[in-house]
């Protein structure tokens, strides 16, 4: 039974205070304040949610999503000076900044004071930023450690309403971006994300902003919106803007009160999706074939291939389908700006960060968490890297992590299939990492001699399923 009232109090958090109090002081000197984020779901998310916000305040803000193809993830000093030229003062970082303190050197030269609000891990120095809010860094006691980037943002904007007498049903309406942001950034659904997620899926289904309510038409969602709808559907589309074209374009969809303008950049969205899809399937079948080609490939423990015609965009996805295949930490590079730059993958239980972080050295930058994450290295140096990371991953992954497995909760008779069951593992939900969608397994089920095949090339099985110790209770499937 989630309640609001087990959100945490958001001064907990280190360096809370001083980013309210340099937020008010820029509002009250009517200083340009710039919103800068990441391209992906949690960072556009993100933007869009402290953009709104502070729109609602103050019409002196504006937002900076870096190009993924020239500038790179995370803050750049383009963006900075983007900042710059625009005669900003305040640069609010979302889902990034954590690890960019030579970035930050280079926006005090020029005068601007940045707000650092991430979720990943930190390097070895923090940022000298005015103030930095990220529950993973040290010193930071706030009970709850695994927010989003985009739940960072709120817990932001939450204590900044606390302070300026804003009452939380004002802000409510904002856990639609941020359970979004939940589900893609495939955070744990624990703890203070539950509640979040809780209630903002409730927002999504029956109040969602003006471009999430188109994104959700797009996306043909008819039933109560889950989180996995949001992983497969919403998430996907969000995404594309910044794979395929620009980040800033699903920013553009978030904050819009536009019906009509919101028909139109969905539609564009949503057809990048259609071309990044057929591009990830494309790539995968080449990287399939590289791997079957190569000989030396059949008794590794990882996967890492270079490509350096590939599309940046993509590439994390292809990781991901790799593994599916070769089940194994995945690394997939392509070109970019005289580097090779990539996307790494991992498979259950795997700390994929620690084996990245053992080649640090070979690296020009990385960073990410236990299952995902990016890097970017010389040339050079991607046979070294190679070899390295074969190493690391060899000695210490298991067997066992290296077999795919299904974890079973329990058996399940059909008998026990009822309204009451339903109700009962509904309120296990929202389901997602380390709250996962419980998985039953069901013994002596035959088929009552109805199957028939089905799809559009006939490759899907329809079936009518009875169990024998249930008598003549059957359950319509699909294999």
């Known amino acids: 039974n989630p309640s609001l009232d087990y959100l945490h109090d958001p001064f907990l958090m280190k360096d809370m205070n001083i980013a309210v ?38 019409s002196n803000v504006e937002y900076y999503i870096p190009d993924r ?19 900003c003062k305040v ?44 529950p993973k860094q040290p010193f930071c006691n706030y009970p709850y450690k695994e927010l989003s980037g985009c739940g960072v943002g709120f817990k932001l904007i939450q204590a900044y309403s606390r302070v300026h007498g804003i009452p939380f049903s004002s802000i409510y309406h904002y856990l639609d971006l941020v359970a979004v942001s939940i589900a893609s950034d495939i955070v744990p659904i ?11 899926l409730k927002q999504l289904n029956e109040s969602p902003r003006t471009g999430l309510k188109e994104l959700i038409r797009e ?32 920013v553009d969809l978030l904050v819009s009160n536009d019906p009509k303008l919101a028909v139109g950049i969905s539609k564009e969205i949503s057809n990048f999706n259609i071309e990044r899809r057929s591009i990830d399937r494309l790539i995968t079948t080449e990287a399939m074939r590289m791997i079957s ?8 423990r990882t996967t890492v291939l270079y490509n350096p015609l590939w ?15 070769y089940y194994r930490p995945t690394v997939i590079l392509t070109e970019s700006n005289g580097f090779a730059t990539g996307s790494a993958r991992s498979v259950q239980g795997y700390d994929l960060y620690q ?44 067997e066992e992590q290296l077999v795919p497995r299904v974890f079973i909760d329990t058996e399940l008779s059909f008998s026990e299939i009822n309204e009451e069951f339903f109700k009962t593992m509904n309120q296990f939900q929202p389901f997602g990492p380390e709250n996962m969608s419980p998985v039953f397994v069901s013994r002596n089920v035959f088929d009552t001699g109805s199957g028939r095949m089905v799809g559009s090339s006939r490759e899907h099985l329809k079936l009518d399923l009875c169990q024998e110790s249930t008598g003549q209770k059957s359950f319509s499937a699909i294999a």
């Open 219 to 250: 996306s043909e969602v008819t039933k109560a919106i889950t989180i996995e709808d949001v992983v497969f559907k919403i998430g996907p589309r969000i995404n594309a803007a910044g794979r395929m074209a620009t980040g800033s374009k699903a």
């Open 311 to 325: 599309k940046k965009g993509v590439i994390g996805i292809v990781a991901s389908r790799l593994i599916e295949t």
């Open 190 to 200: 624990t703890g203070e994300n539950r509640v979040l997620a809780y209630f903002g």
């Open 91 to 134: 640069v609010i970082t979302l889902d990034c900044g954590i690890k960019a303190v030579e970035k930050v050197k280079y926006a005090r030269s020029k005068g601007l004071d940045v707000i650092i609000c991430d979720h990943h891990y930190p390097g070895d120095e923090i940022p000298k930023a005015i103030a930095v809010l990220d």
């Open 69 to 87: 193809y020239k500038e790179g993830y995370g803050v750049s000093f383009a963006g900075l000076d983007f900042a710059y030229q625009n005669n």
């Open 21 to 58: 109090e340099r937020i008010s002081t820029a509002i009250k000197k009517n200083e340009r304040i710039l919103v800068y984020g990441d391209y992906d779901v949690d960072g556009t998310t993100a933007v869009a949610l402290m953009y709104s916000f502070l729109k609602d305040q103050y």
């Open 293 to 300: 080609e190569d000989q030396r490939t059949v008794n590794s």
């Open 355 to 398: 084996a990245i972080e053992a080649c640090s050295d070979l690296l020009e930058s990385f960073g990410g968490h236990m299952y995902a994450a990016g890097l970017t290295l010389k040339k050079e140096n991607i046979n070294p890297f190679m070899q390295r990371f074969e190493q690391y991953v060899n000695s210490t992954i298991t």
